[in-house]
């Protein structure tokens, strides 16, 4: 009998362990999404919340920079699943090297680049040809971020990139140029208009002008190195949603 009742316990001590072990290892499955920055509020605030709600097994990691530093890292062989870039410049270049999946590069949404100056203006800008009014201009450096990017093409059509280069200060991302303005550190700023809605120390006093800059689209891919694509397409089909796209133009983005 003693030996019976041992025998039992050790079968239910077994399967314990065994369940314990598989609801840890379900638990343990994490994705990795490198996001522009200008997605950060949008993608902590609401989205990843809502996706880890959906699927509790599923674990986001996420960081945040300039698209051109995340693309430098994906290049360098960083562990990343999904990449969400500002631009597709930086999405291209990583697909024509093949380090994107197959057929998994979505365009999800668009934004707009706009000029702000501190709450308290007092330069009297009040459209893109008056930046050069400033002393000191806040723009993502070009060279890898895309905010900056669009900015340099925008004045270079408006024939004052030159100009306003002189008196340029260059951020690394947008949030950085974003909170210069903010604090009163630049006169005035190019950024996109869901960084701008987000701080009433900024305001708004123009968008580019039409025909001035390319569209400003958001595409998002998977990884090719990636362990875990079947989650990370989920993810990315989450983010296609009609309830992810809500939150999208909530935040000012726009979406097909």
Same mark, same amino acid.
């Given at each position: 009998m003693k030996k019976t009742m041992s025998l039992i316990m050790i079968i239910c001590l077994v399967?314990?362990?065994?369940?314990?072990? /598989? @609801?840890?290892?379900s638990n343990e499955s994490t994705i990795t999404v490198a996001a522009a920055a200008?997605?950060?509020?949008?993608?902590?605030?609401?989205?990843?919340?809502m996706f880890q709600e959906k699927y509790p097994n599923i674990k986001i990691k996420a960081t945040y920079d300039s698209s051109g530093k995340l693309q430098t890292q994906i290049e360098e062989g960083a562990d990343i699943d999904v990449f969400i870039s500002a631009a597709m410049k930086q999405m291209n270049a990583l697909d024509e090297k093949g380090l994107i999946a197959k057929d998994s590069i979505i365009q999800l949404m668009e934004n707009k680049i706009v000029l702000i100056?501190?709450? /308290? @203006?007092?330069k009297k800008i009040s459209k893109f040809e008056d930046i050069l009014k400033a002393d000191i201009i806040a723009?993502?450096?070009p060279e890898s971020v895309p905010a900056g990017q669009y900015a340099r093409e925008a004045l270079t059509n408006l024939g004052i990139w030159e100009e306003v280069l002189k008196k340029a200060s260059l951020g690394t991302n947008v949030t950085e140029v974003l909170n210069w303005v903010a604090e009163g550190s630049a006169d005035a700023g190019i950024v996109y208009s869901t960084d701008a809605a987000f701080t009433e120390k900024v305001k708004v006093v123009a968008e580019a002008p039409e025909g001035s800059?390319?569209?400003v689209i958001y595409p998002v891919g998977i990884i090719k190195t990636s362990k875990n694509q079947?989650?990370?397409k989920k993810f990315i089909d989450f983010l296609q949603s009609d309830e992810a796209k809500e939150i999208f133009e909530s935040f000012g983005f726009a979406t097909n």
């Open positions: 399967f314990l362990l065994v369940s314990c072990s /598989n @609801n840890s290892s200008s997605l950060k509020n949008c993608l902590d605030g609401k989205l990843i919340p100056v501190p709450e /308290n @203006n007092t723009i993502g450096d800059v390319s569209k079947d989650l990370a």
